[in-house]
């Protein structure tokens, strides 16, 4: 019995002695692998577009104050506030009884200066009356003629007509107001196109030009996205702000847009072919310049490089070659010479 207790116990630990020893082989045999974990990207050469972002104000192309020349009491409204005109449209009628007299009388003058020319006309042709006769006749018919367009001009301008085609945007006076002349009585506004206003620092002035691409979006309107380029370009910068102002027309697509709206503008200011375009995050600040890190068989390696243009995340820079392979994850954690485990996956 003590023999087999014996048999049992060497047996066992023979089986534990086979284990371990093979537990220690496929320790040994596991791989160890050392180096910071990095992600990199492959430089390749790419067009880059850098650009300005403004804030702009919407105006009307036009907007005009429509002013009364002959005063008048308002009689009628034909097209209130925020109705359409066309151009030369009745937007309201002023009643004065003195020009309306002073018309009637010129029109009633001038018929009879032209019946009394045609009777004189007829004489004169039969030789019936004197040359001179006749003359006055028909100076009298020009001089009816020119009383009526003077009467009718006046009178005329009591109907207030719309300039152009656009929108009556306020009117300044009720039904029944007496309107004096030369006053303003509708606030009106061309608004099938707008124009863009916004300032630019004068650092930017070689940069921008008229036709210059430009991006335009709205707060009010997110879903609006409008392309147009530089209108017009102030070459007089203003000494407060020290920006010049710069304009942008634009289409009204349904006629949304209106005066003071805010518009956020993307300006093209230059324009690269075949450029060597890299993270911004990638590059690392140090008293002596800038940096990246590339992968030098799996050797981390430092470049310095200088910023030419940067916009949004990305930027141009100088100081590397395409095909190098540039650490864009975990940079931060690197010296020159570590060793590196790549992870793309």
Known sequence: MYKIIIII?????????????????????????????????????????????????????????????????LQKIIKDKGNMARTSDTLAILENRILKAGYDEARAALHQAQLDFDSKKVLHDKRAISENEFLVSKFGLERAE??????????SKLF????????????????????????????????????IKAGIAERFLSDIQIGTPAEITFDAFPEMQLTSTVSFLNRSIDPQSRTFQIEIEIPNPDRKLAP??????????????????????AIIESETGRYVFVNNNNLAEKVP????AVYGDSVLVTGLESERELVVVGQQELTEGDSLLVKNN
């Open 9 to 73: 116990f060497i047996f066992m630990t023979g089986s534990l002695l086979v284990q371990c020893s093979g537990d220690s082989s496929a320790e040994q045999q596991t791989p160890s692998f050392s180096g910071t974990p990095i992600r990199t990207i492959v430089l390749e050469p790419r067009p880059f577009s850098e650009y300005l972002q403004l804030t702009g104000t919407v105006e009307a192309r036009n907007r005009i104050k429509i002013i009364v020349e002959e005063g008048g009491t």
């Open 146 to 155: 020119a009383a009526y367009q003077l009467a009718n001009a006046r009178y």
């Open 305 to 308: 490089v200088e910023l030419l």
């Open 260 to 281: 003071q709206m805010i518009a956020n503008i993307k300006l093209l200011r230059r324009s690269y072919k075949d450029q060597i375009v890299i993270p911004l995050d």
């Open 160 to 195: 207030i007509a719309a300039p152009l085609n656009g929108y009556v945007n306020d009117r300044m006076y009720d039904r029944g107001s007496y309107v004096m002349p030369m006053t303003p009585i509708f606030d009106f506004i061309d608004n099938a196109v707008m124009k």
